[in-house]
């Protein structure tokens, strides 16, 4: 948490849920926004007083916005299972470390493309599978939608997702890098 005058607001992914997070992404994300009006609308999303803001000196919202952005190291490792909406999800079987697959980036991918500033609770949709479902029906469009807005609802903190999130955008960018690669070199030799 960090303080604007007398409000204490959090900071942190373990404090904020999925959603809040999302919401916060969204408006940092937003290009037709300042820099400045950008955490002035951030801090009052998370409860800090108008006025208060408004009142700050330069240089302590500079402080405000450089202490907000610092991210604690994050402690919680991958977590192998969540509930949602009384069904128990799992990212990966007992004994066994997770593995991202091929499917589940195909989707991923789709999905933030269709949805650049409001994904987070569709990967960790995708990536949590119910057993008794197959797969068609796990990977249904409409069932992702509905079980990522039960996370986004059941108040799921944005911590869970960071150590997936790290996972599928270090692997994405590799996947692009080595496209990128491929394609220089087959222009090259053209």
């Known amino acids: 948490m960090i303080r604007v005058k007398s409000t204490e607001i959090k900071n942190l992914p373990r404090e904020l849920t999925i959603d809040e997070f999302e919401d916060i992404s969204r408006i940092l994300n937003d290009v037709s926004i300042l820099e400045i009006e950008k955490y002035s609308r951030v801090f009052g999303y998370l409860g800090a007083d108008r006025k208060d803001l408004n009142d700050l000196g330069f240089k302590e919202f500079g402080d405000l916005v450089k202490e907000f952005n610092e991210i604690a190291e994050i402690k919680r490792g991958m977590t192998q299972k969540i509930e949602i909406g009384g069904y128990i999800y799992k990212s990966y079987e007992d004994g066994e470390d997770f593995k991202l697959m091929v499917r589940d980036m195909a989707i991923i991918e789709r999905i933030v493309s269709e949805s650049p500033e409001r994904h987070l609770a569709e990967i ?26 039960l996370i986004r609802e059941e108040g799921i903190d944005a911590e869970l997702a960071m150590p997936f999130i790290v996972i599928v955008t270090s692997q994405l960018a590799e996947a692009t890098k080595s496209a990128l690669l491929d394609r220089a070199n ?5």
Not at 126 to 148: G, I, M, P, Q
Not at 186 to 190: F, G, K, M
């Open 124 to 149: 960790v949709a995708v990536l949590f599978k119910r057993e008794d479902l197959t797969a068609s029906e796990h990977y249904d469009k409409t069932h992702v939608k509905h079980k990522a807005k």
């Open 186 to 190: 087959e222009l090259v030799e053209e």
